[in-house]
């Protein structure tokens, strides 16, 4: 009897065919995650501008409501950036060393820019005021305050005497940059407001080092309704 023996073939991948595919494989790998991480880095900066914008809407839907019911005669704007700092930790208003309050609580005249406001609505005996300050503990970052006082008149320097009262208006994920206030005395004798914010996100996360533009500026006018004889 006559045994044949047939040779076993096997099929397989040689050296080269594996290295091409590793080589492919890795570089699909790599435009993918290239591709991921600039999709996360957009929904992040999205995400992040889209709050501090919303915030900016919030401080000036606030002022318009508020600064429209006001008589020119019971509006004033000042100056006091550089003669007081905001204390986060303890919620308080303090005096900056080298700054002079008498200065700062004279009220500024026409198209000359402010960073406080004090106001009070018609039927109102209580001011409304808000300022921009810069905090005195974590690294001078910008706060937008608001609060209230009884009879102001010739002590504008007290309506942030009491921390109780005093309100963040931005949260501790927006920095505000800037919170320029001005006004210009219409025809009819109403004060036509400008207010300018800047303001940035604090954490961007995996965005940190993205070339973009951080700062959100929102401006707002409003005029007071008074009506004049």
Request: proline residues 3%.
């Amino acid at each position: 009897m006559k045994y044949i023996e047939e040779e076993s073939k096997y099929e397989g991948f040689s050296l080269v065919e594996m290295l091409i595919t590793i080589v492919i494989i890795g570089m699909v790998m790599l435009i993918s995650s290239v591709t991921l991480t600039s999709l996360i880095k957009v929904s992040t900066v999205s995400s992040n501008k889209i709050r501090a914008r919303n915030e900016s809407e919030f401080v000036l839907e606030l002022v318009r409501r508020t600064v429209r019911n006001s008589d020119p005669s019971d509006v004033y704007v000042f100056n006091s950036l550089g003669a007081r700092r905001f204390n986060y930790e303890n919620n308080t208003v303090e005096n900056f060393s080298g700054g002079n309050l008498d200065t700062a609580y004279q009220p500024l005249g026409e198209n000359e820019q402010g960073n406080e406001i004090h106001f009070r609505p018609y039927g109102y005996k209580d001011w409304i005021c808000l300022a921009y300050f810069k905090s005195s503990t974590d690294d001078e970052k910008g706060y937008i305050l608001r609060t209230s006082a009884q009879d102001l008149m010739n002590q504008h320097n007290n309506c942030f005497g009491s921390p109780e009262y005093i309100m963040i208006l931005n949260s501790d994920y927006v920095d505000i940059n800037l919170f320029e206030i001005a006004y210009t005395v219409a025809n009819d004798s109403n004060y036509i407001i400008r207010f300018d914010i800047k303001s940035e996100p604090v954490d961007w996360y995996l965005a940190d080092g993205a070339p973009i533009k951080r700062e959100v500026i929102r401006q707002g006018i409003v005029s007071t309704e008074g009506l004049i004889w």
